[in-house]
């Protein structure tokens, strides 16, 4: 993994609810080898990691850049990285696979996946500072997002919100008055 999919999995541990395991395995469903292995008590761990994270990134959408300093670095303090080189698993005779962990790969999942979210959110925070980060504007949906655009216009989460959003005014105006 890089910096950018830590900060992707920052971005889904906080815009899930984390209801249940089944709801956590799916916010992880890019990382099989963590979704496969969380339990319950990861759970319980990761609930509370994503609400730092939800702290940190509508500090982030307000400007609020001292909070953003403070809830990163408190994640960062209760989730430190502790990266670990790795050769992954490949068949005998075959080149390694080299990446790093942030945490000891025979640790919970919620280790990794808190040290993961926590340094990814706070690689974005320094490539991006604060201006870039948005609330989706469809109704119902309160996800955070990364506005990569050039113009700095994104409104929306997801295509999927964009277009529910699009088809829902356009039905507006057609309606008969």
């Given at each position: 993994?890089?910096?950018?999919?830590?900060?992707?999995?920052?971005?889904?541990?906080a815009?899930?609810?984390?209801?249940?395991?089944?709801?956590?395995?799916?916010?992880?469903?890019?990382?099989?080898?963590?979704?496969?292995?969380?339990?319950?008590?990861?759970?319980?761990?990761?609930?509370?990691?994503?609400?730092?994270?939800?702290?940190?990134?509508?500090?982030?959408?307000?400007?609020?850049?001292?909070?953003?300093?403070?809830?990163?670095?408190?994640?960062l303090?209760?989730?430190?990285?502790?990266?670990?080189?790795?050769?992954?698993?490949?068949?005998?005779?075959?080149?390694?696979?080299?990446h790093?962990?942030?945490?000891?790969?025979?640790?919970?999942?919620?280790?990794e996946?808190?040290a993961?979210?926590?340094?990814?959110?706070a690689?974005?925070?320094v490539?991006?500072?604060?201006?870039?980060?948005?609330?989706?504007?469809?109704?119902?949906?309160?996800?955070?997002?990364l506005?990569?655009?050039?113009?700095?216009?994104?409104?929306?989460?997801?295509?999927?919100?964009?277009?529910?959003?699009?088809?829902?005014?356009?039905?507006?105006?057609?309606?008969?008055?």
């Amino acid at each position: 993994m890089d910096n950018a999919d830590y900060l992707d999995v920052a971005l889904r541990l906080a815009n899930s609810d984390l209801a249940d395991l089944e709801t956590l395995r799916a916010a992880l469903h890019d990382e099989p080898w963590w979704a496969g292995r969380a339990g319950e008590a990861d759970l319980a761990v990761l609930r509370e990691v994503a609400g730092g994270l939800r702290r940190a990134l509508a500090a982030a959408v307000s400007g609020a850049a001292d909070a953003v300093l403070r809830e990163i670095n408190a994640l960062l303090a209760a989730h430190p990285p502790r990266p670990r080189l790795s050769a992954g698993h490949q068949p005998a005779g075959a080149a390694p696979n080299w990446h790093v962990h942030v945490a000891d790969v025979d640790a919970p999942p919620a280790r990794e996946v808190a040290a993961a979210a926590a340094w990814g959110l706070a690689q974005g925070i320094v490539r991006h500072g604060t201006s870039r980060w948005g609330r989706c504007a469809a109704e119902g949906c309160a996800a955070f997002f990364l506005d990569t655009s050039t113009n700095r216009a994104r409104r929306f989460c997801s295509a999927r919100c964009a277009n529910r959003m699009h088809v829902a005014a356009f039905r507006a105006r057609r309606r008969p008055t």
